[in-house]
Every structure is written in C-alpha cells, then in structure tokens.
C-alpha cells in the first residue's frame, strides 16, 4: 500500500497540467519585447543589512543598467555595522553613478514590522508613495538624504537584494515585459549559486519544490488564484501597490515575497512569475549543509501557516514521496532474501524502484538546468529527507521561541 501511495504521487506530479518540474518558463530564454514609449521611470530599492561584502559585487550593475528611461537606486541601510553605507557612496562614486543612488539610513524598526518590509516601506516612503501611515507620517522630503536625487514619480519599483547581481540589461527587458502585458507584479526567480557540495545537493530540490508549491504557470495564469514571487527580483507597479494598500499589507509577513504577490494579485491584477538562466544571480554562497539548513528552516513552519496539521501531513507526505521508494526496495530485496515473502517483497521492491524512477525523471530538468552531473537525479530522496527534517526544526524552532530573523543567523 505504501508502494502504491507513492507511486501514485510521483504519477500526479508527471501528469500536474501546470508541469511545475520542467524548469519553465525561463525569462532570459524569451524574445526582448518591443521597447515602450516612452520608457517610464523606475526606482530601484535595496534593503541592506550588513553587505559590504556583496555590495561591490552587485551594485555597479544596477547604477550603470542599459535603461533607457530614468531611474534611481535606493539603497535602505537596515542600521548595518560594517559600514554598508560608506561602501554604497564608494561604489557610486568610482563608478561616477553617484547622481543616481541615494542612500537612507534605516529608522528604528516598529512594533508589528519585520525588517525588510519596513525597509522597503522607507524606500517606497522616500519615492513619495506614503500610501498609509505606517510611522512616517513625521518625516518629511528634507528627512531623506539627497532630496533632489530623485524627481520623477517611478511608475515601478524594482525590489532587489543586495545579494543580487542583475545583467546590464535586466531592467530592460524586465520593464518591456511589464509594458507590453501590462503586468502589475513581474518577478524573476535569482539563479542560484550551485558549486559547493552542498548546494550541489540541496538548492536544484529547493527550487524543485518551490515550484512544486508554486507552479508558475499557474501563477502566470490570471483565472488561477495561485501567487507568487521570489524577493530577489521583483519589478512592481506603484499603482499595484497602491490598490493593495501599500507595503503595509505584508507588514507582519516574513515570506514577503508570495505576501505581496497574493495580494497585488489578489486585486484582479495580472503577475509574472519565470525563472532566471543568467540575467539575475543570486551571489550568497552556501559552503555547507547547515548554512541551508538555517536558510530553509527560517520560513518553512511560516509555510505551513503554523499548522501542526499542516506539518503531520507535509512530514507523511514528504515520506511517502522520498524515504518510501528506496526503503521499499531494501525491504522488499530482503523479504526476497530472507524468503518470507518472496511475491510480496517483489511487489514492494517493484513499486518503490518505480516511483524512484519516476521521481528522477521529474526531477532530470532541475539537474541540468543548473548542469550537474545526471547521477544527481538519484540524490533527491537524501535531500527530501533532509528538507523534512528542516521543517520539523523549524516547528521546533517556532513552539521554543527561538525565532530567526531578517538577516540573522
């Protein structure tokens, strides 16, 4: 039964209409949409805490963007100690960008806010967008740095990381995509770095599962009530975000990113969600096991909504779909062996190496869209089972008070 079970979970996702494992759409692999004209303004904004180290591999690309229309950056510093905003000012300055980056130095974080929403808000606040008040109602244009740094009122806003390094080329394509189907959310999900052992293992079944979750066809479908977005790159309306009541509506939301998309969808707007093949990289590195494993357990109870039902199930689910194949042969090989039951174990051995085979195939394009060996489609029960035990850890995590939060470790 257990055999049958998973193999027939494994059957449901080859057979899901939206095919969330091919790994499409890919954003970079379209045709450049015809430019619009004119090409509106658009306001970068980077939160920032603590990223002197990634700053100089990822802000140079978003002051000199092969945009033609105007824009700005913004850089948030989230109250750093490592001299985040100095090394903003440098960069601007030796790449003679500095006309166009403002840097605001992060107020105090408010009751009921998490850190990088409420960085955003500061960045949406300095733009001009003061939707509603949410603690800034005492500052005025003087409060902000650079107040004539930025004039025209950005018809987008692009949310990006710091961590994030966008081709020259990247807002281009990203705004013309926006015009053309007159998107209010249009999102890129950052390629992720793939070259420790680690994220060998573990990141192609992250983003497995993230589409999984969120098939993006289904979210690029305006009849289907599925959204989402991936934080690292996000290209927003200001109208869009107006409708939906400002960053105010996910003031509370640690997943920020899937928050905004449901509720900017959520008011009958069109979204676009697609992968990035090299247009959008994500830089942060994951040197091991544990490093993901804080990355993961972050948000995964959230999730989950803070079900303890939610969790049974997902954990039983997770089971049924990774541990159940290979187990199944091992227990079937050895009533085979043992000849208990030789017809059972045969059984129990054949479903289990049939589902294992059907999850390698569904699982074949996130191991060569990051181009890793072919063996690595068998390692997806190991890193199930490591994801399931994240989870658990974030439950854990969550019911003991040890929370983890904006950038902290």
């Known amino acids: 039964m257990l055999g049958v079970v998973s193999l027939a979970i494994w059957l449901g996702i080859v057979l899901h209409p939206a095919q969330p494992w091919d790994f499409l759409p890919v954003g970079d692999d379209e045709e450049m949409p015809p430019a619009p004209l004119p090409w509106p303004a658009v306001a970068i904004l980077i939160p920032a805490r603590n990223e002197r180290d990634a700053l100089p591999h990822t802000l140079p690309s978003l002051l000199l963007q092969d ?35 403002t840097v605001i130095s992060g ?23 003061r939707i509603t008040d949410c603690g800034l109602s005492e500052l005025d244009s003087t409060s902000f740095p650079n107040p004539k740094a930025y004039r025209p009122t950005p018809k987008y806003l692009l949310l990006t990381d710091a961590d994030i390094r966008h081709a020259h080329g ?33 990141i192609p079944p992250f983003v497995f599962f993230f589409n999984l979750l969120y098939p993006m066809r289904h979210v690029n479908d305006p009849r289907s009530p599925v959204a989402a977005a991936a934080g690292g790159c996000v290209l927003l309306a200001t109208s869009a975000l107006q409708r939906a009541g400002g960053f105010a509506c996910i003031k509370d939301r640690i997943i920020d990113d899937v928050s905004l998309a449901k509720a900017v969808k959520g008011e009958a707007a069109p979204i676009q969600l697609a992968l990035s093949r090299t247009e959008v990289e994500s830089l942060r590195v994951y040197e091991s096991i544990e490093t993901i494993w804080v990355m993961v357990r972050r948000t995964a109870f959230t999730e989950l909504r803070y079900s303890w039902l939610r969790l049974v199930g997902t954990v039983v689910g997770m089971g049924l779909m990774f541990l159940a194949p290979p187990l199944l042969i091992l227990w079937g090989a050895g009533c085979s062996v043992v000849g208990c039951s030789t017809r059972a174990g045969g059984l129990m051995a054949a479903c289990g190496l049939a589902a294992w085979l ?32 994240m989870t658990i850890d974030s439950a854990l995590r969550y019911v003991t008070g040890r929370r983890i939060g904006w950038r902290d470790h």
Request: with cysteine; hydrophobic share 45%.
């Open 67 to 101: 945009y033609p229309g105007p824009f700005s950056v913004v850089v948030i510093d989230d109250r750093s100690q490592d001299g985040t905003a100095e090394i903003a000012r440098q960069l601007a300055t030796e790449t003679n960008t500095l006309e166009k980056l």
């Open 107 to 129: 107020a105090q974080l408010p009751q009921g806010w998490v850190g990088k929403v409420w960085a955003l808000e500061q960045g949406a606040a300095y733009c001009g967008l």
């Open 170 to 202: 990247s807002l281009r394509r990203l705004v013309a995509e926006s015009e053309r189907a007159h998107l209010a959310l249009n999102s890129r999900m950052a390629r992720l770095r793939c070259l420790s052992s680690a994220e060998r293992l573990l």
């Open 358 to 389: 059907l999850s390698a195939l569904v699982y074949r394009p996130a191991v060569r869209f990051f181009q890793l060996p072919g063996a690595y489609v068998w390692v997806l029960p190991f890193a199930g089972f490591l994801f399931g035990a």
